[in-house]
């Protein structure tokens, strides 16, 4: 095998409509077989090392600011989708994440919730829990609002077991259908669809988008990249930086005002 047989694999895979970020991930399988080949001396050398691969654009991020926040919270706080998001935009949790928290992970008197799992819809085998996208779990503690939001999700949901007594089916999760069984990721698509029009919100936002709005809004408010990156549990803070760095085009300009303002103000002391 040569580099030219991994770069016209890269080159059909691309043609074929596979996106850029798919060929990546093929390209990485085989650079990591042929690392295991050299060092199993199977091979002289790794042939997937010089190939050249498409660029993965940029996807633009989509946040809301502080109106827009308040407007979905208000014009969906009567429907069943509410709790989601809320708990989307104050913690910033990943959709599969969200859909697999279960009550044992929420902590009402050490005021967080502890991310252990995430759902994902395989093809053939529906809805699979499984670790997070790091293999980390995480604490994200939540605020007044996330915490009553949630208490009054566990009421409604005793409420429905209470109405369902005898229904062995409910797993003890925070989001979960009327049995009691993890929402399908369509039915959350449907909600929150619908949640987004009636606050009036571009119909190309996602529920994603609301993890961004999270991250976002707390750098924009001043809290440290670190905390961020530990709550949006990414595996290193450049990866937080890379994604918000853009994200927040007010963040430069507060800083240019800043700096204008204390080198042409009147002196003052240290402090």
Known sequence: MSPVDVQGLCDRALAQGFAPATVHLIHAVVQKALAQAVTWQLVPRNAATHVELPRIPQRTIAVLDRAAVRRLFETNESRPVYPLLVLAVLGGLRRGELLGLSWADVDFDRECVIVRRSLTQLPGRGLVSGPTKTHQERRVDVGPLGLETLRQQRARRIAQQRRDEGDESDRGLVF????????????????????????????????????????????????????????????????????????????????????????????????
């Open 176 to 271: 979960a259908n009327d049995e009691g069984r993890p929402l399908q990721f369509s039915t959350v698509h449907r909600w929150i669809k619908a949640a987004f029009e009636r606050a009036g919100l571009p119909p190309t936002m996602r529920l994603h988008d609301l993890r961004h709005t999270h991250a976002s809004l707390l750098l924009a408010r001043g809290h440290s990249l670190p905390v961020v990156s530990e709550r949006l549990g990414h595996r290193t803070k450049t990866t937080t930086a890379n994604l918000y760095a853009h994200a927040l085009p007010t963040s430069q300009r507060a800083a240019a005002q800043d700096l204008d303002a204390y080198l042409a103000g009147p002196e003052m002391p240290p402090g």
